[in-house]
Each structure stands twice: as C-alpha cells, then as structure tokens.
C-alpha cells in the first residue's frame, strides 16, 4: 500500500521518539512526501534537532528519503 505522508505527522515523528517515528521507520507501506514537504523539513532542522534533543547525524539518518536528504 502506498501513503502519502502529511507534514504534521513527520514533523511528530522527528521531533519526539515515539510510536509515530516507529511507524515513519519501519512502516509495512510505501510512504511518499511532496518535494515541499522535504524543503519544509530542511527549513525547521534547527527547531527540530533543538526540540528532539537529536544531533545533526541523528536527524540526518532518519530524514533520509530514497536515498536524498
């Protein structure tokens, strides 16, 4: 099954180590997000590696998307 996933719900799932990063990570589908979505992302790294207490590595590995950041 293919999804598309919504800004809201990555942002979640980046930001706080739960059961919605679980999913984003080892999900049974196909997730796919709008170039706008990747550059939102880009946009908030500082505010989300603040508020995750991730470090920059971290955040780089879970924010890989078919092999592109």
Same mark, same amino acid.
């Given at each position: 099954?293919? &999804?598309?996933? *919504? !800004?809201? #719900?990555?942002? !979640? =799932? /980046? +930001?706080?180590? =739960? $059961?919605?990063?679980? %999913? /984003? +990570?080892? !999900?049974?589908?196909? %997730? @796919?997000?709008? *170039?706008?979505?990747?550059?939102?992302?880009?946009? @908030? $790294?500082? @505010? #989300?590696?603040?508020? !995750?207490?991730?470090?920059?590595?971290?955040?780089? +590995? &879970?924010? +890989? #998307? *078919? =092999? $592109? @950041?």
């Amino acid at each position: 099954m293919r &999804l598309v996933v *919504d !800004s809201n #719900i990555l942002l !979640s =799932g /980046l +930001i706080r180590d =739960g $059961k919605t990063r679980e %999913l /984003l +990570i080892d !999900s049974p589908f196909d %997730l @796919y997000a709008p *170039d706008s979505l990747v550059r939102e992302v880009k946009k @908030y $790294k500082d @505010y #989300i590696l603040k508020k !995750s207490g991730l470090v920059d590595g971290e955040f780089e +590995i &879970l924010f +890989i #998307i *078919d =092999g $592109k @950041y």
